[in-house]
C-alpha cells in the first residue's frame, strides 16, 4: 500500500512538530524547510491539520504553529483515514466508460478491506513517538541556523 504525497507531508510535518520543545512555534516556511518539501505544500498539509485539530497556529509577530495536545496522541493509521479522500482504490473506469464488470465485483471489496487493515495496523502506532533525537537534532540546528538575527 502507497500513501499519497500530501499525507506524507502532513506526517512529516506533524513528527517535525511533535519533536520540537514544549511549545515551539515555527512558520510554515521553517517546516517546509525541516522536512524537505517545497512551502506551498506543507502551506495546505497545515491548513488540514488544523483544521483536524492536530496543529494550533498563534497569529502575529513571533507567531507559527505548534502542535495540540490531540496532535501528540494522534496515531498513523487514524490520520490515514482522515486524510485518505479516495472512495475506491481502483478506477472502475476506461475511455470507454464504467468497466462492464463493475456490479458485484469482489476486488472493490478485497481492496477496501486490505486498506481498512493496513490503517488498523497502523492505528497502534502514535506519530509524536516516531522522531527520535538523533534523527531530529540536526535538523533543529539547521532550522535554527537559519532564524534571521
Known amino acids: 500500500m502507497r500513501i499519497n504525497a500530501f499525507s506524507d ?5 506533524l513528527m517535525l512538530l511533535s519533536a520540537a520543545p514544549e511549545g515551539g512555534l515555527f512558520t510554515t516556511q521553517a517546516i517546509a524547510g525541516g522536512v524537505g518539501t517545497p512551502y506551498n505544500h506543507v502551506s495546505k498539509a497545515v491548513l488540514k491539520l488544523r483544521s483536524l485539530g492536530l496543529v494550533e497556529a498563534v497569529r502575529g509577530r513571533g507567531g507559527g504553529v505548534r502542535i495540540s495536545a490531540a ?26 466508460g464504467d468497466c ?3 456490479n458485484g465485483c469482489g476486488l472493490r471489496g478485497a ?10 495496523e497502523l492505528d497502534s502506532v502514535v506519530v509524536s513517538s516516531l522522531p527520535h533525537q538523533s534523527q531530529m537534532a540536526p535538523v533543529f540546528v539547521t532550522l535554527l541556523a537559519r532564524r534571521p538575527a
Open 9 to 13: 507531508v502532513c506526517l512529516r510535518a
Open 71 to 96: 496532535g501528540r496522541a494522534a496515531t498513523v493509521g487514524g490520520l490515514l483515514r482522515e486524510l485518505d479522500a479516495r472512495e475506491d482504490m481502483v478506477d472502475c473506469e476506461s475511455p470507454q
Open 100 to 102: 462492464p464488470m463493475v
Open 111 to 120: 481492496l477496501r478491506r486490505a486498506r481498512e487493515a493496513f490503517y488498523r
